[in-house]
Each structure stands twice: as C-alpha cells, then as structure tokens.
C-alpha cells in the first residue's frame, strides 16, 4: 500500500485547509485510515481516522468540531477537512493506513503499517 498526502500549506488563523491522502495498492474495507500531525518539538499524534469502508470516524478531542475525516466515493481518496484552524494546529500532517487492528488501536501510530510522506500546515497569528 503506497500512500500520498498532499494539500497543506499556510493559513491564518481561523482559516480552512482541506489536505488529502491517496491511497493505492491492495486493500479493503477493513483497512483504517488515520491522520497523525507531528508540531515541532513535539511527539507525534493521533488526529483522526477512518475506515476505508467510510463508515466509522474518530477524532482526538482538540479537533473534534473542527476537522472532518472522508473518503471520496468510489475512490482510495482521503480528506481531512480543517475548520478554524488555530496556531498550535501547525505541524506535519501525516497519513498512515494499517489493517491490523480493525479499529480498535486506530489512535496507535504502531500498528500503523504504511505512511505518507506528510504535508506541512503552517497556521498564523
């Protein structure tokens, strides 16, 4: 499984980015698609994920409100919809795709098996 991530970029505060993940290679429904973000001289962490069924979502708290997970229909095609997008959002965006866990380590970045090469989302003041 290969998987690009693209759409970042600089944004002010209380603005939207919408950045996406395509996926190729063999896969299935029981695949999960997650979003992790690494801010400079942090850890990384868990953002949100999907399974790519498209079905079920999950969200750390800091963005629930405010970032939607998708998939386009009939495509390996990942969305992740930033609204009021804030100052500590900045970071890496990474997307990661596993099929170990069937949902229920989707915020471990360990059982994550393929990663993106991440985008950057830069939000100002």
């Known amino acids: 499984v290969q998987l690009q991530a693209s759409g970042g970029g600089l944004v002010q505060a209380g603005g939207s980015l919408r950045p996406s993940c395509v996926a190729s290679?063999?896969?299935?429904?029981?695949?999960?698609l997650g979003w992790f973000r690494r801010a400079p001289g942090k850890e990384r962490e868990f953002v949100a994920a999907i399974k790519f069924s498209g079905r079920d979502t999950k969200y750390v708290d800091s963005v629930k409100g405010r970032f939607t997970v998708s998939r386009a229909d009939a495509e390996n095609t990942f969305y992740l919809q930033m609204n009021n997008l804030q100052p500590w959002d900045t970071a890496i965006y990474y997307c990661?795709?596993?099929?170990?866990?069937?949902?229920?380590?989707?915020?471990?970045?360990?059982?994550?098996?393929?990663w993106g090469q991440g985008t950057l989302v830069t939000v100002s003041s």
């Open positions: 990661a795709a596993e099929s170990r866990s069937g949902f229920s380590y989707h915020s471990r970045g360990e059982y994550y098996d393929y």
């Open positions: 290679g063999r896969t299935n429904g029981n695949y999960v």
